[in-house]
């Protein structure tokens, strides 16, 4: 990871601190929607991601949906796409200071590639002049659907937030050979409307 990335993540979680002592409209026995971001990795293969999103928690039960990143070294790309998840636990982790969990989700995501267009009869970056010298077209290169359980812990931080550990079996659309085990870490704050 290289240090903008690191300074850029590091930036994030400091501002979801920073706004979780804020207060709330609502009583603490509401069901807050709540935001989350996340980062995802593994060494053996070269895999990591990110994403961020909505979710929705209650007393056994957490939803959500989101926006991801993925890349790994064996895919050779880079894919941005949208994710689904479900959790499941015995306690509302608001409520609660350690609260294990287990899931199921999903990832569908694509990548893009540029393509010559000097010769399609078409202005492809829109600027008014058509088949212009060096003029691209993009399409999508790939696409990647991935499917995973996963267990993990919710840590509760005083000031309303909750950190998550979690480890997740990739199962791949590219076949067995390209699955994996990721591990991530998230952040998730509440809000209420």
Do not use: Q
């Not at 990647?144 to 950190?163: F, Q, R, S, W």
């Amino acid at each position: 990871m290289n240090r903008s990335r690191f300074y850029s993540l590091v930036l994030m979680l400091g501002i979801s601190l920073c706004t979780t002592a804020l207060p709330t409209a609502a009583s603490a026995s509401d069901d807050p929607n709540t935001a989350y971001v996340e980062i995802a990795g593994n060494h053996n293969p070269n895999a990591g991601g990110g994403g961020g999103g909505l979710s929705l928690y209650g007393d056994h039960t957490a939803f959500m949906a989101g926006v991801s990143v993925f890349s790994s070294s064996e895919l050779d790309d880079f894919f941005i796409g949208f994710s689904l998840g479900a959790r499941f636990h015995r306690k509302n982790p608001f409520r609660s200071s350690v609260t294990p969990f287990i899931g199921l989700g999903g990832f569908l995501g694509f990548t893009e590639e540029e393509e010559e267009a000097e010769d399609d009869d078409t202005d492809n970056d829109m600027d008014g002049e058509v088949d212009e010298e060096g003029e691209t077209e993009s399409s999508i290169a790939d696409t990647l659907a991935t499917i995973y359980p996963e267990v993990g812990l919710h840590i509760n931080i005083p000031g309303d937030g909750i950190l998550t550990l979690s480890a997740r079996y990739n199962i791949t659309s590219k076949g067995r050979d390209f699955d994996s085990w990721i591990y991530a870490l998230g952040f998730t704050i509440p809000f209420y409307f």
